[in-house]
T-cell receptor, first 112, second 113 residues
Framework: DAGITQSPRHKVTETGTPVTLRCHQT?????MYWYRQDPGHGLRLIHY???????DKGEVSDGYSVSRSKTEDFLLTLESATSSQTSVYFC???????????FGQGTRLTVV | DAKTTQPNSMESNEEEPVHLPCNHS???????IHWYRQLPSQGPEYVIH???SNVNNRMASLAIAEDRKSSTLILHRATLRDAAVYYC??????????????FGKGTLLTVNP
């Protein structure tokens, strides 16, 4: 299995609180991605990174920010969590644009 | 972004071959065709990818039409563990936004014992 770890795996938080999800890889892959998955919507890209300090928005980036200060870590931050951000979040990594991507096990976030 | 079209669902019997189709009529010359699957309660899993030629690996085969406007994922002998949602995705070679790995709704494969 690819060395990709998401933390925490489960989290319950209150509306309005900040939340940071971490994706850690040991593969030295250049590309990293954050997705969310909701019933009826499938997987939607939030943000992605194509190198250290190089990030860009995906299709559902509002309310989220990311940071990548090291190759191995890609952080997703909800500045002020809302109930609509209750979801399962997946991190993914890939070596290059046209190579296979490897996904983490997911983080189930519940905002109450 | 170039889009793909897949059937919403398909059904197969255990130990029989399964052919999962994907149409991608707006594919560009540098787009790779990727297939992923997602088992229940798990993250997506890479299956196979190709550019022009047919590809085989331990999990499946990928047959790509000569004009590249369609492709078929072939599972040679379906097992109950192959029951999953299968995604066909086009992925750009470089530049632009096509390397984002954009998922559609995929095909839900049911395997009957």
């Amino acid at each position: 299995d690819a060395g990709i770890t998401q933390s925490p795996r489960h989290k319950v938080t209150e509306t309005g609180t900040p939340v940071t999800l971490r994706c850690h890889q040991t593969e030295n892959h250049r590309y990293m991605y954050w997705y969310r998955q909701d019933p009826g919507h499938g997987l939607r890209l939030i943000h992605y990174s194509y190198g250290v300090k190089d990030t860009d928005k995906g299709e559902v980036s509002d309310g989220y920010s990311v940071s990548r200060s090291k190759t191995e870590d890609f952080l997703l931050t909800l500045e002020s969590a809302t109930s609509s951000q209750t979801s399962v979040y997946f991190c993914a990594i890939s070596v290059e644009v046209n190579t296979e991507a490897f996904f983490g096990q997911g983080t189930r976030l519940t905002v109450v | 972004d170039a889009k793909t079209t897949q059937p919403n669902s398909m059904e197969s019997n255990e130990e029989e071959p399964v052919h999962l189709p994907c149409n991608h009529s707006t594919i560009s010359g540098t787009d790779y065709i990727h297939w992923y699957r997602q088992l229940p309660s798990q993250g997506p899993e890479y299956v196979i990818h190709g550019l022009t030629s047919n590809v085989n690996n331990r999990m499946a085969s990928l047959a790509i039409a000569e004009d590249r406007k369609s492709s078929t994922l072939i599972l040679h002998r379906a097992t109950l563990r192959d029951a999953a949602v299968y995604y066909c995705i086009l992925r750009g070679h470089s530049g632009g936004s096509n390397y984002k790995l954009t998922f559609g709704k995929g095909t839900l494969l049911t395997v009957n014992p």
